[in-house]
């Protein structure tokens, strides 16, 4: 059977326009009760096969334009595409819906199917047998993503183990499906009241702060500890700024250059001493100091 050998659909239910004239065929036999009468028990009963002169009643036309309509109204509504929703009535009659049988659903926005024999529960409210017959929907998303229907449901995106926040300098892993499995920051960073440091992947350690000395003393000197503790440390870099004189004159005329010196008093713990060339009466003294190590 091909698709281009489709019948011609019905578009009226057989005598729809001579209701007066159109019998509703009841199921039971109705021998004994209306002769010759039809029903979907027996058809026409024998009644109607025996010549009238012989006691016989002849076929009536309301039977047989009622059960002519009966059925051409079904095929007139199954054509134009239409179910039939679950009908408790109807599945006593048959003795429960057959597996593979389709049911529209009350909402009429799909269909069940029974998925047993003698089904007579009740899709709609959740009876057992009975699983979404819409075969073009997706009604669940397995792996990544995942979600269940049917209808509108919300996907649910896997966790890929990576904690939720923000990243400094970050060292990434990405998978193949462009997802971030790894994330952490490759550079820390921190302070402390005599300064800052940060720390890159490599273990390289930078730091830096300012320390004031005070004015009006011979020779100076000052001491300030590290934020962070370094293993070893490469250089330190002393510079002064914010003074203004230098024994009674100002910087700008004397072109004096005082001369800072770092000195080390305990590298296991960071303390720095800080020695000045400058004599006395000096007004304070701001010394930025930066160093670099691992």
Not at 34 to 43: H, R
Not at 177 to 182: E, F, L, Q, S
Not at 208 to 229: A, C, E, K, M, R
Request: glycine share 14%.
């Amino acid at each position: 059977m091909e698709l281009a050998n489709a019948p011609a659909q019905i578009v009226a239910a057989w005598a729809n326009g001579v209701s007066t004239k159109t019998n509703p065929i009841p199921v039971p036999s109705q021998q004994g009760i209306t002769p010759g009468a039809a029903s979907w028990t027996d058809g026409f009963p024998p009644l109607c096969d025996i010549d009238s002169s012989d006691g016989g009643v002849p076929p009536k036309m309301a039977d047989m334009n009622g059960g002519l309509y009966q059925m051409s109204a079904v095929d007139v509504w199954m054509s134009a595409g239409g179910g039939f929703p679950y009908n408790a009535a109807f599945q006593t009659a048959i003795g429960g819906y057959p597996k593979g049988a389709r049911v529209l659903m009350a909402s009429g926005n799909g269909y069940w199917v029974s998925t047993a024999d003698n089904n007579v529960t009740d899709p709609d409210t959740g009876g057992a047998g009975w699983a979404s017959a819409d075969e073009n929907a997706i009604t669940a998303l397995t792996g990544d993503v995942t979600a269940t229907g049917p209808g509108s449901a919300a996907a649910t995106l896997a966790a890929s183990g990576v904690t939720a926040g923000s990243y400094i300098g970050a060292d990434i892993t990405v998978d193949a499906k462009g997802r971030v499995t790894n994330a952490s920051s490759g550079f820390t960073t921190g302070s402390n009241a005599n300064g800052y440091w940060v720390k890159d992947p490599t273990g390289h350690i930078r730091q830096w702060g300012f320390i004031s000395v005070p004015s009006g003393s011979s020779f100076p000197n000052g001491t300030f500890t590290f934020p962070n503790t370094f293993t070893n440390i490469s250089s330190i870099v002393i510079t002064g700024c914010g003074m203004s004189t230098i024994n009674g004159s100002s910087l700008s005329t004397t072109g004096n250059i005082p001369v800072f010196a770092a000195i080390a008093e305990s590298v296991t713990t960071g303390q720095w001493r800080v020695d000045t060339n400058v004599g006395n009466n000096f007004s304070a003294i701001t010394i930025q100091w930066t160093a670099d190590g691992f």
